[in-house]
């Protein structure tokens, strides 16, 4: 309880750690007492989320881009060719056990950095993990459709593996981005515009 006249506008309420030690939903309001100890209308009760499973994860080693050049684009020379989709080396990996779950997700860019999404460009693949692809690492490739087409000159992508036991996040990878430009100097329009 704070005495009167208040004048604040905000108040710090010590939350210790045993009241947000366990999950649930908590809900906060106050009542202001008037003069003669009367309760004016109190505030609307406002809900607080104590939720533990967003701590940070392990880091997964990121994946790589095996035919990008030297300088890490992905172009109309690139083989396989584009059109038949770019291949994702996921690496070996130390966290994570046989039947976890690998989520690879692709999005597409409209700048050589990962800036100004490309909404269309996007996609997530699910890999069941075996103890060989834990031990070895395994590659995904991702399709043409959607994934490269919309991106066309000076773009990019980012991609990131979660690795999920059941619904539960376990570890994480950072962005890696790979470069695309599908144009040719000359060419009106850009490689595989067809497929």
């Keep these: 309880s704070y005495p009167g006249p208040i004048t604040q506008l905000e108040f710090e309420i010590p939350l210790t750690p045993q009241r947000l030690g366990t999950d649930g939903v908590a809900l906060l309001h106050y009542v202001v007492l008037d003069a003669d100890a009367n309760p004016d209308p109190a505030s609307a009760p406002v809900k607080l989320t104590i939720d533990h499973s967003q701590v940070p994860v392990p880091s997964l080693n990121p994946v790589t881009f095996p035919h990008a050049t030297l300088w890490g684009y992905l172009n109309c020379q690139t083989r396989p060719a584009l059109n038949q989709g770019v291949t994702v080396n996921v690496p070996p990996q130390t966290v994570g056990m046989a039947g976890d779950v690998c ?83 000359g060419e009106r329009l850009p490689c595989y515009s067809n497929d």
């Design 103 to 185: 989520k690879l997700q692709w999005q597409g860019y409209r700048s050589l950095n990962g800036a100004g999404v490309v909404a269309e460009a996007y996609l997530e693949v699910p890999h069941t993990l075996s103890e060989d692809n834990l031990l070895k690492g395994f590659n995904i490739v991702v399709p043409f459709r959607p994934c490269v087409k919309p991106l066309i000159d000076n773009d990019s992508a980012l991609v990131v593996i979660s690795f999920y036991r059941g619904v539960r996040l376990i570890a994480q990878s950072a962005p890696e981005l790979v470069k695309i430009d599908r144009t040719i100097s």
